[in-house]
């Protein structure tokens, strides 16, 4: 079954208005929890109507800090994200799931990297650079980062980025766009971030050498789609731009499950242990598993965070996306929280 974790929040210390940083330790004789760069930690909060889920991506490195931490912005009426900015303290207990997420370094190292960043989406990227600096072998790798904000004062780890920018100032540069903040320094432009000014800073990063940079997303959807659009427009391929994304898509329709029609799911869980179970027709196949209490991993139930992401070995399932419906066979990866059974029998490996 899905391994749970309880940790304790050793430290909490504010970062900007409405940002706090939680320094946290495994609670208890768990093994030691290991985490890339890049990834999040899916906490957990037990209520009498069941659970409710959040991501929240690590800001620390294994390489460079020995407790992990998570960097958290309140979102307005996100209550989720109230608690742990506003009253959580010091000492405080949280649950969570194992650390998730694909939002990670290339295994080969790079010859540049470009990082697209809004607010509170600089924190896995936070992550990705203290490992870049810190690893001697990667000394060589150009490093652009383009980082929108409304000014300086709601900008997370400013006095960090703006250090490493000091210290090696031909191999990391940095443009912040503050949209309520005018400032003379050479490094900082008061606008938005437009498709003309993502497409002048692209291109004089790029050069006449287009296929060695890869490009790292975690902004508001928009500002990434802008982004996505003028790369594929100007000749980037798919495969130089990964993103991170956290808030579900309220397009993504949900079927009608039909209890008179039942499929069997057959799941190898991480831990090597096979359950099986019934799903509807028209239930997601990570529905029908919480419904009889089988814990499968999951943290957003939208097909985004890749939490529940499973290899389908055996059977035939439909992965309904908000733009098309998939269907998927033997060999495919699936979202189990957006996968509904198509064959009388499906056979899945966590």
């Known amino acids: 079954m899905e391994r749970k974790l309880l ?18 330790s495994l609670v208890g004789d768990e093994p030691m929890v290991t985490y890339e760069p890049g990834q999040y930690l899916p906490l957990i ?71 697209v960043a809004a607010g509170s989406g600089i924190v896995p990227i936070m992550s990705h650079m203290k490992a870049i600096f810190h690893r001697q072998a990667w000394n060589d ?27 090696q100032p031909e191999r990391f540069r940095v443009t912040y766009f503050f949209s309520r903040e005018r400032s003379n320094a050479t490094h900082v432009e008061h606008a938005h971030l437009s498709r003309d000014l993502f497409e002048q800073y692209l291109l004089a990063f790029a050069g006449s050498e287009k296929t060695d940079i890869l490009t790292y997303l975690c902004a508001p959807v928009p500002l990434m789609r ?42 190898t869980l991480r831990n090597g242990h096979r359950v099986a179970f019934d799903a509807y027709a028209g239930e997601t196949i990570l529905r029908a598993a919480l419904r009889q209490s089988i814990s499968l991993p999951y943290t957003c139930k939208s097909g985004i965070c890749l939490s529940c992401l499973a290899r ?36 899945l490996v966590l």
């Open 141 to 167: 790798v150009r490093v652009r980062l383009l980082y929108a904000n409304r000014d300086s004062e709601h900008t997370i780890f400013k006095h960090q980025i703006d250090a490493w920018m000091a210290a």
């Open 226 to 267: 802008m982004v996505r659009m003028t790369m594929r427009t100007l000749g980037f391929a798919d495969k130089q731009i990964i993103q991170e994304t956290f808030t579900p898509d309220p397009r993504l329709q949900r079927r009608q499950a039909d209890p008179s029609r039942i499929h069997r799911i057959i799941v």
């Open 45 to 115: 909060r037990e209520f009498h109507y069941g659970q409710e889920r959040r991501a929240y991506s690590f800001s620390s490195c294994m390489e460079t800090d020995p407790q992990p931490t998570l960097t958290i912005k309140r979102i307005p009426n996100g209550w989720f994200s109230t608690w742990l900015v506003q009253r959580v303290r010091e000492g405080d207990l949280l649950m969570s799931a194992e650390p998730a997420g694909r939002f990670l370094l290339p295994s080969h190292k790079p010859k540049r990297l470009l990082y």
């Open 312 to 347: 389908c070995v055996r059977g035939e399932v439909e992965v309904q996306f908000v733009e098309q419906t998939k269907r998927e066979g033997s060999g495919a990866w699936i979202n189990t929280c957006i996968s509904y059974a198509v064959s009388d029998e499906v056979e």
């Open 7 to 24: 940790w304790r929040i050793i430290e909490k210390r504010w970062e900007a208005p409405e940002v706090a940083t939680l320094k946290l």
